[in-house]
């Protein structure tokens, strides 16, 4: 829980570490629940903060992303030292908007009332051992159609699932977002534009 006991997110790595010494035969899915860039982003970093960028709240906020990505190459790294093939899948469950835009106060919070479309973009990641190249999809994706790709990417099959909904197809999915209190158009959001 992000309000629980703050613990580093780096502490992941060493319990992934520990689960992939027991081997196994058989496929296995880990699942890593991060906190990442959730609010009060200074109390989230493992390092003073380093970055200068328009006030101390997105300096931390632009760090936690740095750790967060220090995490993920660790957990690939840990991941290609097991010799085995595998698949990394990265996403957060939500975005953030700005919060007192143009005040020296500026930071960004979880947009619970009035969530505009900077609370519905979130980073998605798909990592595999056997990958060729770089690919980058920018389409939108609903996740309302989480659940069929998951399926999809894990090669299950389950009759209520869309089984050929594939994440990496470059056809857009028409966005609707439910903005606390009932399905909107995502386009019909206001812009929250990054903060100079």
């Given at each position: 829980d992000y309000a629980s006991?703050?613990?580093?997110?780096?502490?992941?790595?060493?319990?992934?570490?520990?689960?992939?010494?027991?081997?196994?035969?058989?496929?296995?899915?880990?699942?890593?629940?991060?906190?990442?860039?959730?609010?009060?982003?200074?109390?989230?970093?493992?390092?003073?903060?380093?970055?200068?960028?328009y006030n101390r709240k997105l300096s931390a906020?632009?760090?936690?992303?740095?750790?967060?990505?220090?995490?993920?190459?660790?957990?690939?790294?840990?991941?290609q030292q097991q010799g085995d093939s595998f698949s990394m899948l990265y996403f957060s469950d939500h975005g953030l908007m700005t919060q007192d835009r143009g005040s020296m106060f500026a930071s960004l919070t979880h947009g619970d009332t009035n969530p505009n479309k900077a609370c519905y973009?979130?980073?998605?990641?798909l990592l595999s051992s056997d990958d060729t190249g770089h690919k980058?999809?920018?389409?939108?994706?609903?996740?309302?159609n989480f659940l069929s790709g998951y399926a999809h990417w894990l090669g299950i099959k389950e009759r209520s699932l869309d089984s050929h909904y594939d994440f990496l197809s470059p056809t857009p999915d028409s966005l609707q977002v439910f903005d606390q209190y009932k399905n909107v158009p995502f386009a019909d959001l206001a812009e929250d534009e990054v903060i100079k």
């Open positions: 006991m703050n613990y580093h997110d780096s502490i992941l790595l060493s319990l992934l570490e520990r689960a992939l010494q027991q081997k196994s035969h058989k496929p296995r899915l880990f699942i890593l629940h991060t906190m990442g860039s959730h609010v009060n982003f200074e109390a989230r970093l493992e390092h003073p903060i380093h970055f200068d960028y906020y632009i760090q936690t992303i740095e750790q967060t990505d220090t995490l993920l190459k660790g957990i690939y790294e840990a991941l973009r979130v980073p998605f990641v980058v999809l920018k389409v939108n994706k609903s996740a309302f």
